[in-house]
């Protein structure tokens, strides 16, 4: 009998082809976080829950404020490899990995100030500020092997080895895994435990996709100047995809004050939320698998002039899109409260997660639309209008839901954020409708997107 995805028509096969490994390798980076969740949440006291909340976001803002490296080594590695110049593929390697040791290594320098920045803008109890910084101090040290790994496996997409990716992190989050429960629950080391092995686990994934790196490289490269570049070539590497930049950090700080709210009404409210934001986190991950693999079939069939195999893709992913969505609906239906009961033991942290697990139930079907286009603008290189959409939703809907909800409490929160994902739904929707009725896909794109060769060569 023939596998399921043989039956499937051609454009269908062809995304699924590219969105089960991207799938794969974005479903294990929750695991990590359901896996910190769990260790910690079975602790006596939420205060390590809420410490290890507080810091993990301190640093997805802060590395994911470079995440950018990640996406604009892909589209530029995706060049070179396009016109089969290994040459240009080598040096953008060499130049990315060097501009992202310079950066992590300067986040160590100056990580004291940020990390009391941090931890001041999101004023959780003195309890959990502590064991925060001790969790910050620690975790720091992962910055050159983060910003590595960002360029090793956006080199590596961009050069159609997806399953390199999949490799560094699958190994990674296994390894942190076994760590988390040797030093957590073995040694009893706690928040402190999280941060030392997550920081191993980085630099071990770091060496692995070093390694994969250097089997897809010419045998007899020589490091060079023409290599090392140039610092047009290092600024240039900056300028790609600076408008994704302003919609990650916008969308991290809009996350970053959920969880400063959440702090602000008590440690077991933040516990709470800890543990459904992680859910969220399983949600974002497993259907951006879907606008990953838009994003590759998008960007052909604007590359090749295609507009009949742009509608074909846009509509496969949507509709696989939606079924994945109501997949995760009905699982945390169903299955909420035993989740809730997997992840922590303290009951007054289970009781308060079940109060607010209705807001989960509605997050899959109201988050899926912009995660979709977001593949289908960064495909099309519409980056602009992704951090514009991102902005006003922020500005224009976020905020003042919450100020006008303040006397919800922690109800108000999660009705302002399902509302960021409408408005982002309902933006990005009129305009993906506005651009494909003026035929605005198949012109040089205004914002974020370049063509022709490399800036970098």
Not at 50 to 64: Q, T
Not at 288 to 310: I, K, M, P, W
Not at 352 to 364: F, H, I, Q, V
Not at 412 to 430: E, H, N, P
Request: hydrophobic letters at 55%; charged letters at 10%; aromatic letters at 10%.
């Amino acid at each position: 009998m023939k596998p399921l995805t043989d039956r499937l028509p051609a454009t269908d096969r062809r995304l699924w082809a590219l969105a089960w490994p991207l799938m794969l390798t974005n479903l294990t980076v929750p695991l990590l976080g359901l896996v910190d969740t769990a260790v910690l949440g079975h602790l006596e006291d939420p205060e390590y829950l809420g410490a290890v909340a507080v810091g993990a976001n301190l640093f997805s803002i802060l590395y994911w404020t470079f995440g950018f490296m990640r996406m604009g080594t892909t589209g530029l590695a995706a060049q070179a490899y396009g016109r089969q110049d290994r040459e240009a593929q080598a040096g953008l390697l060499v130049r990315s990995v060097i501009l992202a040791v310079i950066i992590g290594l300067t986040l160590i320098l100056v990580h004291q100030p940020l990390i009391r920045l941090g931890l001041a803008l999101m004023n959780p109890s003195p309890e959990v500020t502590a064991l925060a910084g001790e969790y910050a101090a620690i975790r720091i040290w992962s910055a050159p092997a983060v910003l590595c790994q960002y360029t090793l496996v956006g080199w590596l997409i961009g050069t159609q080895y997806a399953r390199g990716p999949m490799l560094m992190l699958i190994a990674a989050n296994g390894l942190n895994i076994v760590l988390d429960l040797l030093f957590v629950t073995g040694l009893g080391w706690n928040s402190r435990g999280v941060a030392a092995a997550t920081v191993i686990a980085e630099y071990a994934a770091a060496l692995l996709g070093f390694a994969l790196v250097a089997r897809r490289l010419p045998p007899d490269l020589r490091l060079s100047g023409a290599l090392l570049g140039t610092l047009a070539d290092y600024a240039a590497i900056l300028r790609v995809n600076r408008y994704i930049l302003v919609r990650t950090v916008t969308l991290l700080l809009v996350l970053a004050f959920f969880t400063a709210q959440g702090a602000r009404q008590g440690d077991v409210i933040l516990a709470a939320n800890a543990v459904l934001i992680t859910f969220l986190m399983v949600i974002s991950n497993g259907l951006d698998g879907f606008a990953n693999a838009a994003e590759a079939l998008v960007g052909e069939a604007v590359g090749q002039g295609s507009r009949r195999q742009f509608g074909k893709v846009c509509r496969t992913a949507l509709r696989w899109s939606l079924w994945g969505a109501l997949l995760f609906t009905l699982a945390f239906v169903l299955a909420g409260p035993a989740l809730i009961g997997l992840l922590t033991s303290i009951p007054e942290v289970r009781a308060t997660a079940r109060d607010y697990l209705p807001w989960l139930w509605c997050l899959p079907l109201a988050a899926v639309w912009g995660f979709l286009l977001d593949g289908i603008f960064i495909g099309a290189t519409r980056t602009r209008d992704m951090q514009n959409t991102m902005l006003a939703s922020a500005l224009l809907v976020f905020f003042p839901v919450w100020w006008l909800s303040t006397g919800w409490g922690n109800h108000g929160l999660w009705l302002s954020l399902i509302l960021l994902m409408l408005a982002r739904a309902v933006s990005m929707g009129w305009l993906f409708l506005n651009h494909s009725r003026n035929d605005v896909w198949f012109t040089e794109a205004s914002g974020g997107g370049h063509s022709g060769k490399s800036q970098l060569h």
